[in-house]
T-cell receptor
Framework: EDQVTQSPEALRLQEGESSSLNCSYT??????LFWYRQDPGKGPEFLFT???AGEEKEKERLKATLTKKESFLHITAPKPEDSATYLC???FGGGNTPLVFGKGTRLSVIA | NAGVTQTPKFQVLKTGQSMTLQCAQD?????MSWYRQDPGMGLRLIHY???????DQGEVPNGYNVSRSTTEDFPLRLLSAAPSQTSVYFC???????????????FGQGTRLTVV
């Protein structure tokens, strides 16, 4: 069973059509949940860290929220340049554990 | 500030050949990791290190070796390349010292490896 599940796998939006991406996790002892953006042929680029339920972070058209077992990445009025794969990762347990990633959501925004 | 640097960017190997993927970071980060990324599989952890001289296996360690002799460098060795190791490899680093929770990981630009 995957510890981190992202949905949908792929999402196609018209420019200006707001939507949300989901990241759910089954681990306990969450120390941090991370959102990354990845463009084709590039490494993941850090967007947000969330630490506790109820926390929210915003950056331009993106807002990340966290509940006890899932996080949402809300995209408001997206533009074509927001097209990318969005990755969610969690860090749990003791200090030496590495990040565990979901499989990502491929977002396409059509002009 | 270079961040995390991976070399080479592209590599083609023949089955059975060995090679080392290089990863260096200049942020004095304690934690370093190697991931592979395959279509539909996401980022899967190969090996990781919590400091010089300390390494551990991740989810998919078979066929790979690592060592960490310095804080800056974390090379990944393919012992005898197989077509199943065709993938994009990412190195990441992060610090253990944060005010709250945990720090984010910084990634290199990746090495695209093809084994024929």
């Amino acid at each position: 069973e995957d510890q981190v599940t992202q949905s949908p796998e792929a999402l196609r939006l018209q420019e200006g059509e707001s939507s949300s991406l989901n990241c759910s996790y089954t681990v306990s002892g969450l120390r941090g949940l991370f959102w990354y953006r990845q463009d084709p042929g590039k490494g993941p680029e850090f967007l947000f860290t969330l630490y506790s339920a109820g926390e929210e972070k915003e950056k331009e058209r993106l807002k990340a929220t966290l509940t006890k077992k899932e996080s949402f990445l809300h995209i408001t009025a997206p533009k074509p340049e927001d097209s990318a794969t969005y990755l969610c990762a969690v860090l749990f347990g003791g200090g030496n554990t590495p990040l565990v990633f979901g499989k990502g959501t491929r977002l396409s925004v059509i002009a | 500030n270079a961040g995390v640097t991976q070399t080479p960017k592209f590599q083609v190997l023949k089955t059975g050949q060995s090679m080392t993927l290089q990863c260096a970071q200049d942020m004095n980060h304690e934690y370093m990791s190697w991931y592979r990324q395959d279509p539909g599989m996401g980022l899967r952890l190969i090996h990781y290190s919590v400091g010089a001289g300390i390494t551990d296996q991740g989810e998919v360690p078979n066929g790979y070796n690592v060592s960490r002799s310095t804080t800056e460098d974390f090379p990944l060795r393919l012992l005898s390349a197989a077509p199943s190791q065709t993938s994009v490899y990412f190195c990441a680093s992060r610090t253990r010292w944060v005010r709250q929770g945990a720090s984010e990981a910084f990634f290199g630009q990746g090495t695209r490896l093809t084994v024929v």
